[in-house]
């Protein structure tokens, strides 16, 4: 499609409009605060992710440079990536495995999201009943046992994952969130009281979910299912990226030749975990766009300072706005804030520039001093952000070709800690000709409504992200776009 075309196209559609703040009544995107003490608050925060900013973080293992021949040769390094090759390994001690980088492992969403480890599969209920309403029993019982299976492979292997399952506070910051955060009173939380799990002037309610939440240290997690899978005997190169994949025979039987620029690699399967990158099989581009999103990390906080939010206990807190926030401490007491704004760059790119946003850091230490006025002044010791896979149904789905030689997984829209090992699963299954209950699942029979291409993509994107901030500010009513979305099953989230 032509340049002029393109500008044609967007200049009819309001984009500046959508671009401008929302006035909103908790969270405003105007900033509240001096925007003078934002600046310094993050003058000094590291541009690296956190969880990688780390004197734990493995020296980058070797690089391919010889041609090679798997059973199995799985794309990408990151928690999806590692939980195929290690599982597969698991399944078939005698196949070979080997699992191809394109740079470190968990260098991009698995090293730089929250450590939020949910077993949900279904990106929460309502979600899960307009994708999956006769199949939500099953999809339960699966995710628990997911979220079973991956605790188990954290004491297996004696994975220092900072693993802590303590359970997420949920909160209201507007009235009309009150009803569904009150609607369980076994799990309220009585704000008047010192309860320790953290306290706002901006909470009007509160649940404590403990039940399916824990918290990890994303990037430990990753290194350390690295480390398992090679010590089973998985064949691990980072810095190898894969160029094209060819379908060829071999010795009369069908075979992928997976191409490097060092080395090709004859696999008799082929495993894609690449998630908000573009898929190596072209039908399946148009299925995801990646979506930034940012997070801070204060210096580390006091006993005092704890307790001044009344924060002593190791729950992570979130708020229920469709732009919502996620906040939890580190092991060394640390508050890590993100969340609420979800960016699409035009071009559907994902590029190393697009991880630092000057504006959306500012807006994020403005709601985190809002949220924690108590903490006023305390400073950002880092600031990064990273793209997220989202798909239209906002969960991930699963696919296998019909020669069963190709399989690939994506879509996890920020929930992919614990479901990668799901999708991991799923894709062995496909890839195997089992049947499972994941094969039988929707999500891993059908693929989700398409996202267009540019130039539609961008202007569809910051309608659908307006008609989100219209709903927070119109008292959770969604507006008659979010509604025409929701008959057609498409959804949106920050």
Not at 390 to 413: C, D, E, P, R
């Amino acid at each position: 499609m032509s340049k002029n075309l393109v500008r044609a196209l967007l200049s009819v559609l309001p984009i500046e409009k959508f671009r401008k703040p929302t006035p909103l009544t908790s969270y405003s995107q105007r900033l509240q605060h001096d925007s003078a003490m934002l600046a310094a608050a993050l003058a000094e925060a590291s541009s690296t992710p956190f969880w990688l900013d780390s004197e734990d973080r493995p020296a980058a293992r070797l690089s391919l440079s010889t041609d090679l021949a798997a059973d199995l040769v799985v794309v990408g390094g990151g928690f999806c990536g590692l939980w195929t090759a290690l599982i597969a390994k698991q399944r078939h001690p005698e196949w070979e495995v080997v699992l191809l980088e394109k740079r470190r492992i968990a260098w991009a969403a698995s090293g730089r999201n929250g450590g939020f480890c949910e077993a949900e599969l279904t990106h929460g209920e309502e979600n899960g009943r307009l994708h999956f309403a006769d199949e939500l029993n099953i999809i339960r019982e699966l995710a628990a046992e997911n979220f079973a299976a991956l605790e188990r492979t954290i004491e297996q292997f004696g994975i220092d994952a900072e693993y802590e399952n303590t359970g997420v506070m949920v909160v209201a910051t507007e009235p009309h969130q009150v009803p569904s955060v009150t609607a369980k009173p076994e799990l309220l939380i009585d704000l008047d009281s010192k309860h320790g799990h953290g306290q706002s002037p901006l909470y009007l309610a509160a649940m404590k979910k403990l039940e399916g939440y824990s918290f990890v240290h994303p990037a430990k997690l990753a290194w350390g299912l690295a480390d398992a899978a090679s010590s089973l005997g998985v064949k691990i190169y980072e810095n190898t990226k894969v160029t094209e994949l060819e379908e060829s025979f071999n010795s009369g039987a069908k075979c992928t030749l997976v191409h490097t620029p060092e080395g090709v690699v004859t696999a008799k399967k082929v495993a894609l975990a690449t998630n908000v990158f573009p898929a190596l099989v072209k039908k399946l581009q148009l299925f995801t766009v990646p979506i930034y999103d940012y997070a801070l990390v204060t210096d580390p906080l006091t006993q005092e300072q704890l307790e001044s939010i009344d924060w002593t206990k190791r729950n992570g807190i979130t708020d229920s706005g469709k732009e919502f926030h996620y906040y939890r401490k580190t092991q060394d007491n640390r508050i890590l804030f993100g969340g609420w704004d979800a960016v699409y760059h035009f071009g559907r790119q994902v590029k190393d520039s697009q991880d630092q946003s000057y504006e959306t850091f500012m807006r994020l230490a403005d709601h985190f001093y809002s949220t924690f006025p108590a903490l006023k002044g305390v400073r950002f010791s880092h600031a990064w952000g990273g793209a997220i896979d989202m798909s239209t149904q906002l969960v991930a789905f699963h696919w296998v070709n019909k020669q069963k030689t190709i399989a690939y997984s994506a879509g996890y829209t920020g929930l992919g800690v614990c479901a990668t090992r799901f999708g991991a699963e799923t894709m062995l299954d496909l890839l195997e000709g089992l049947d499972t209950p994941r094969t039988r699942l929707k999500m891993a029979n059908k693929l989700p409504i398409p996202i267009p291409p540019e130039p539609l993509t961008f202007p569809l994107t910051f309608l659908m992200r307006r008609a989100v901030q219209k709903s927070d500010a119109n008292g959770g009513k969604d507006g008659l776009l979010l509604r025409i979305a929701s008959f057609f099953k498409i959804g949106f989230d920050s």
